[in-house]
Nanobody, 119 residues
Framework: QVQLVESGGGLVQAGGSRRLSCTAS????????MGWYRQAPGKERELVVS???????NYADSVKGRFTISRANAKNMMYLQMNNLTPEDTAVYYC?????????????WGQGTQVTVSS
C-alpha cells in the first residue's frame, strides 16, 4: 500500500501565502505523476496543478502565476507554494499520486488538508 499525507493547511488572510507538503510512503516501484486537487464546499473536486516525474507541470488557469508546484523525488515529497491567496482558494486540498507497484499503476489520494482564506 501507499500512503499520502498532506500538511501545511490552515487559516491565512487574503493576500497571504501558504506552503503545502505531501509525503509519500509505503511499498512501490516508482511515483509517476503527482498533483494537487481541491474541493470547495458545494463544488466538485478540481485539479489545481499536476507534475510529472520529469517535472512537466499543468496548472489550472485560476492559479497560474500564484501557485508553484515542486517535487523532491529523493524525499518522496511534493510541495505547493501558494501566494497571493484569495477567499476563492478556500478548499480542502488533496495530494494525488499515480504509483507503479510491480507492473501496474495505481492512483492514491491523501486525506486532505483544509486551507481557509479570510477576506
Amino acid at each position: 500500500q501507499v500512503q499520502l499525507v498532506e500538511s501545511g493547511g490552515g487559516l491565512v488572510q487574503a493576500g497571504g501565502s501558504r506552503r503545502l507538503s505531501c509525503t509519500a510512503s509505503g511499498s512501490y516501484t516508482s511515483i509517476n505523476a503527482m498533483g494537487w486537487y481541491r474541493q470547495a464546499p458545494g463544488k466538485e473536486r478540481e485539479l489545481v496543478v499536476s507534475i510529472t516525474s520529469s517535472g512537466s507541470t499543468n496548472y489550472a488557469d485560476s492559479v497560474k502565476g500564484r501557485f508553484t508546484i515542486s517535487r523532491a523525488n529523493a524525499k518522496n515529497m511534493m510541495y505547493l507554494q501558494m501566494n497571493n491567496l484569495t477567499p476563492e482558494d478556500t478548499a480542502v486540498y488533496y495530494c494525488n499520486a499515480r504509483v507503479t507497484r510491480s507492473i501496474w499503476e495505481y492512483e492514491y489520494w491523501g486525506q486532505g488538508t483544509q486551507v481557509t482564506v479570510s477576506s
